[in-house]
């Protein structure tokens, strides 16, 4: 059962990258670390552009509504760059639907994204 989540920038084979860390205590208490990096770069980031851009369909957060509307989802190499974006777009005046700018609850929103039990 994972017990902790961070996120480091780290330097594989000259390339700057993005890598995810779960550890967690295995039941022979054992301590485990996994590392995620192939798969939030290669499915998060489907280019090498800093910001990834895709219009997707889903239920609004708030209320019942019948129908799914329209909302951009924007991607982004690291948390830095995530928090410039979100400024960006809170000071336009635009409503976002997930935007944990906090380290303390980004980690939380990675794990239910990804679907990652944390305890």
């Avoid at 552009?49 to 997707?56: A, H, M, P, Q, T």
Wanted: charged letters at 25%; a positive charge.
């Amino acid at each position: 059962m994972p017990t902790d989540v961070s996120d480091v920038a780290e330097y594989i084979n000259r390339v700057s990258t993005y890598i995810l860390r779960i550890s967690g205590t295995l039941i022979n208490g054992q301590k485990a670390i996994v590392n995620v990096t192939a798969r939030i770069l290669s499915v998060t980031l489907k280019s090498t552009s800093k910001f990834g851009f895709e219009v997707i369909y889903a239920f609004p957060l708030q209320g019942y509504h019948t129908e799914k509307r329209a909302y951009i989802r924007i991607t982004t190499w690291n948390h830095f760059d995530q928090n410039k974006a979100l400024k960006a777009v809170r000071e336009v005046g635009i409503h976002t639907a997930s935007d944990d700018l906090t380290c303390q609850y980004y980690y939380r929103k990675v794990a239910r994204e990804e679907r990652l039990p944390l305890s």
